[in-house]
């Protein structure tokens, strides 16, 4: 049976760890998902109580990524919020070479879906894909997913880009090489990595930021500011909210921004 009591100064321990290696901010109404999520690592390492497992990861490296893992939220799918695409190939240039960052990329699923529509628009690219999680790395370079994230993707790109699984691998669909080459997965903290010094065309660092507080925010923005080449995008999730951050970049439209 596992203890997965959590006084008061455990929290504020853990909330502090989360914060100073993620920049994620999880504030008392998310005592009960953090809760949920030690429980289940409790349960994979078998220890039984938080005061053990706060020590383990102290100690083990592999463990304290396992525990970030399992912090962090992961949720993605094929062609998500693809109006920003759309966007990126009516406006650039496609016989220009782009050089794209997915910043917050998860499974990969973000990074796969522009260069689908980039190689169907014949732009020459290659994508950065990167992200916090290793087990997320992990997903996105193997290519495989089960048929639901793949729903909101075009039937006809669908059989293009993609091979169909086989028997026990029905349910699942594979990434196709030529997909694959334009893209190059690695770890990148947000929060504790220098930026890259203008580099990209395109940054997509969607839905990661809506779990930073203000001053993370603030040093996120100020290092795309830094990665983007002049003239180049910064796009972020419809649904969140930069406001009360100070930023010189230019805007397009509520989630796309340029540096000019
Ligand atoms: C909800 S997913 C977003 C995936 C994709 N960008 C999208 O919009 O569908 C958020 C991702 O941010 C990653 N993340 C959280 N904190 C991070 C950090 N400090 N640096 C890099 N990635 C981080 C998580 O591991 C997770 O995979």
């Known amino acids: 049976?596992?203890?997965?009591?959590?006084?008061?100064?455990?929290?504020?321990?853990?909330?502090?760890?989360v914060h100073k290696v993620s920049g994620i901010s999880l504030n008392e109404s998310k005592k009960s998902l953090l809760k949920a999520r030690i429980a289940k690592r409790l349960r994979a390492t078998r220890i039984n109580s938080i005061s053990d497992y706060i020590q383990l990861i102290d100690?083990?490296?592999?463990?304290f990524d396992n525990f970030?893992?399992?912090?962090?939220?992961?949720?993605?799918y094929f062609f998500r919020e693809n109006k920003?695409?759309?966007?990126?190939i009516n406006t650039m240039d496609p016989s220009k070479s782009l050089k794209i960052w997915s910043a917050a990329s998860s499974s990969g699923e973000e990074a796969y879906s522009i260069a689908i529509q980039l190689i169907e628009n014949h732009f020459r690219f290659e994508i950065f894909a990167s992200d916090i999680s290793d087990t997320m790395l992990e997903i996105a370079g193997r290519g495989i997913y089960p048929l639901d994230r793949v729903r909101a993707v075009p039937k006809q790109l669908l059989h293009k880009y993609f091979q169909k699984g086989v028997?026990?691998?029905a349910n699942k669909?594979?990434?196709?090489?030529e997909v694959k080459t334009h893209i190059r997965f690695g770890k990148y903290n947000l929060v504790t990595a220098p930026p890259?010094?203008?580099?990209?065309?395109?940054?997509?660092?969607?839905?990661?930021?809506?779990y930073f507080d203000l001053p993370t925010k603030q040093k996120v923005m100020d290092d795309m500011w830094t990665a983007l080449k002049t003239g180049g995008y910064f796009i972020f999730g419809q649904s969140e909210s930069i406001v009360g951050i100070k930023t010189p970049l230019k805007t397009i439209s509520p989630s796309i921004y340029q540096k000019r």
């Open 1 to 17: 049976m596992y203890n997965t009591h959590i006084t008061e100064k455990q929290f504020k321990n853990l909330v502090g760890i």
């Open 59 to 63: 100690q083990d490296k592999d463990e």
């Open 68 to 76: 970030i893992d399992g912090i962090t939220t992961n949720h993605t």
């Open 84 to 88: 920003h695409c759309e966007y990126i």
């Open 167 to 169: 028997n026990h691998s």
């Open 173 to 177: 669909v594979k990434v196709k090489p």
């Open 196 to 210: 890259p010094k203008a580099e990209y065309d395109i940054i997509f660092c969607r839905n990661v930021m809506i």
